[in-house]
């Protein structure tokens, strides 16, 4: 089993910026893909951003690319999220997953079927 554990959320105004946290525990050694997902109210989840524990491939939501920026410290296990330029529109619960398998592909690392270990989430709120 792997724990994960958000942190970083808040409220902020649009054109801000927030970075987002996330550390797993548990039996991290088998991580593979670590991904961030989002879901607002009243919608249904969708993908933000994806990275292998190695290697440098990185794929975004294309409603994120080149404001969001996703990173990894595998010595601490964290994943984060970096958001700049925020919209009101990004105002989510945010989330990590984890998957064992490593995807360089988006198709794959895209999908929420694809990560077997998520987070309770951080909400993230972005006023206009």
């Known amino acids: 089993q792997v724990q994960l554990a958000e942190s970083g959320g808040g409220w902020v105004q649009a054109g801000d910026s927030l970075r987002l946290s996330c550390t797993a525990s548990?039996?991290?050694?088998?991580?593979?893909?670590l991904a961030w997902f989002r879901q607002a109210p009243g919608k249904e989840r969708e993908f933000v951003a994806s990275?292998?524990?190695?290697?440098?491939?990185?794929y975004y939501a294309d409603s994120v690319k080149g404001r969001f920026t996703i990173s990894r410290d595998n010595a601490k296990n964290t994943v984060f999220l970096q958001m700049n330029s925020l919209k009101p529109e990004d105002t989510a619960v945010y989330s990590c997953a984890t998957s064992r398998t490593m995807y360089y592909s988006g198709d794959f690392a895209s999908r929420d079927q694809s990560y077997a270990y998520w987070g309770q989430g951080t909400q993230v709120t972005v006023s206009s």
């Open positions: 990275i292998p524990r190695i290697g440098d491939f990185t």
């Open positions: 548990g039996r991290t050694a088998g991580i593979g893909n």
